[in-house]
């Protein structure tokens, strides 16, 4: 299957997620028998990576580790197949004690610029689920504990019999333009000098461009006249799907929400570069892994 270049960080995953097998509990278990199954550790939405000079890895681990590293009633998540057909699990681990001599577990967002762009997106799925895991053990329709199904992808209640999916957040994130220059907004809470685009969650009812032009007016009081929609980025912290566009503005006299935002600034296209390749004098614009960084280097060049 054919699909556009996304430049973003966390998605493109290099697997197969192979859904027709969760259902199966057989395949599964011949699965974690295999000898070429592979497995990623995770301890409080963590993953485990290894070290070794300046590289830092994910720490896959031959899938006969499990027993030696959680318990039976661990939660177990299939992620998928690779291109030779070897399954790929996480697996929650409750003791970091056992894997401690080999690596360590690890914030997800501050390995992010320092992992392969593969296990980045892999990881990034895994986190998403497992921290959907800790937030959705009861059921929403009648309060009982759910139960873990379908490989870890679903969760049911024995009770009522509902059935409960991961969701995601949609959230819209938008440079602002007009003419020869963009539109950059910072918190207060972030580094001094640090600008990045505007966001906000997408609300029921509303289509990602009426989002975009809502948060762009109720945080800069800019008015779009259109938006060119750029890529998506799966965001797991803790779960969300950012959807980057490009909004062209009627004109440059914005209105800084100031419980949104501390200020709003322009900059020129030329800043702008700058700005990506971290030589502007006085500000700088996220790292290259989150998606405000390319929908800012893409109007740029």
Known sequence: MLLPANPNFFARSPLDRAGHHRRDGAWLAQALDAPETVLIP?????????????????????????GRIAGDDALMLFLGLDAQKAAHFAIDVADPAPLAELGRFDDLRALGPRLARDDLAILGCAKSIFEWHVRHKFCSNCGAPSAVAEAGWKRECPACKAEHFPRFDPVVIMVPTFGDKCLLGRQRAWPRGMHSALAGFVEPGEAVEEAVARETLE??????????????????FPHSLMI??????????????QHELESCRWFTRDEARALVAGKHAD????????????LLKSWAE
């Open 42 to 66: 995770f301890h409080q939405a963590r993953p485990f990576v290894t070290e070794e000079g300046e590289r830092i890895s994910a720490g896959w681990l031959g899938a006969h580790a499990r």
């Open 219 to 236: 945080e800069a009081g800019l008015v779009v006249r259109e938006v060119r929609l750029h890529s998506t980025q799966p965001w797991p």
């Open 244 to 257: 980057g566009a490009l909004a062209e503005v009627e004109n440059d006299r914005e209105t800084v929400d």
């Open 283 to 294: 500000a700088f614009a996220p790292p290259p892994f989150a998606i405000a960084h390319q």
